[in-house]
C-alpha cells in the first residue's frame, strides 16, 4: 500500500514563525501536493509538484513556498505565520504518468498559529 | 468561479438502510471525479471514482451515479453500517495544467444510527 506520511500530527506556533511541514512518500510517485482543509470549503490546492525542483501554484498559494528537492520529501512552508493560517493541512501524492487517478492522502497536520 | 459543492451538509441515516450522498458540479469540462471517505483523524481515503463516458461503477457496496446533463454526481452506500460514518467529499478533475488536479467539494458528514 502506498503510504504518505506527514512528520507532525499537531504544531502550535506563534504568529510570525517559519513553519515546516514535511511529507514522505514511499511509491515512487512523482506527483505531490498540499492542501489546506476546512470546515466546509473542503480541500483546497495550495501548491503542487509533478517532478524534483518542479513546483506550481495551486489555487491559493499566497503566504506559502514549497520545497521538492528529492522525489520522495515534499515540504511545505509558511514563511511568516498568521492566525488565518491555522487549519489541517493535507498532503498527498498520486503515480507517475497518471492523468486520471486518485491521490493517496497523509493523515493531516493540524497546525494552530497563535 | 466553478466549482463542485454538496446539497446537504450531514445526513443522518439508519443502520442497515441505504445512504445516498449528492453532489453537484458546474465545470462541463470536467472528465474525471472520485469519491473520498474521510474518517475522524484521517486522511481521505479513496472510496469509488468515474471518467465522464460512464454513467454509473460499482464497487463493493457502494455505487456512484454520474449524470452529466444536470451535472449532478451521487454516491450510493448500500446497508449503510456504523463504519460507514465518515465525512465523504466529492473532487472533480478539469485537468488544469498538469493530471491529477483536483478540486474538492465542502464534504457532507454521514452519521449512521444504530
Known amino acids: 500500500d502506498v503510504k504518505v506520511t506527514q512528520s507532525s500530527r499537531y504544531l502550535v506556533k506563534r504568529t510570525g514563525e517559519k513553519v515546516f511541514l514535511e511529507c514522505v512518500q514511499d511509491?515512487?510517485?512523482?506527483?505531490m501536493f498540499w492542501y489546506r482543509q476546512d470546515p466546509g470549503l473542503g480541500l483546497r490546492l495550495i501548491y503542487f509538484?509533478?517532478?524534483?525542483?518542479?513546483?506550481e501554484k495551486g489555487d491559493i498559494p499566497e503566504g506559502y513556498s514549497v520545497s521538492r528537492e528529492k522525489k520522495e520529501r515534499f515540504s511545505l512552508i509558511l514563511e511568516s505565520a498568521s492566525t488565518n493560517q491555522t487549519s489541517m493541512y493535507l498532503c498527498?501524492?498520486?503515480?507517475?504518468?497518471?492523468?486520471?487517478?486518485?491521490?493517496?492522502f497523509g493523515n493531516g497536520t493540524r497546525l494552530t498559529v497563535t | 468561479g466553478e466549482s463542485v459543492g454538496l446539497h446537504l451538509p450531514t445526513l443522518s441515516v439508519q443502520e442497515g438502510d441505504n445512504s445516498i450522498i449528492n453532489c453537484a458540479y458546474s465545470n462541463s469540462a470536467s472528465d474525471y471525479f472520485i469519491w473520498y471517505k474521510q474518517e475522524s483523524g484521517k486522511g481521505p481515503q479513496f472510496i469509488i471514482d468515474?471518467?465522464?463516458?460512464?454513467d454509473k461503477r460499482q464497487g463493493q457496496r457502494v455505487t456512484v451515479l454520474l449524470n452529466k446533463t444536470v451535472k449532478h454526481l451521487s454516491l450510493q452506500i448500500a446497508a449503510t453500517q456504523p463504519g460507514d460514518s465518515a465525512v465523504y467529499f466529492c473532487?472533480?478533475?478539469?485537468?488544469?495544467?498538469?493530471?491529477?488536479?483536483?478540486?474538492f467539494g465542502g464534504g457532507t458528514r454521514l452519521m449512521v444510527k444504530p
Open positions: 498527498a501524492s498520486s503515480p507517475p504518468d497518471s492523468y486520471n487517478s486518485p491521490l493517496h
Open positions: 473532487a472533480e478533475n478539469i485537468g488544469r495544467n498538469a493530471g491529477n488536479m483536483l478540486t
Open positions: 468515474i471518467r465522464s463516458n460512464m
Open positions: 509538484s509533478y517532478d524534483v525542483k518542479m513546483k
Open positions: 511509491m515512487d510517485h512523482e506527483n
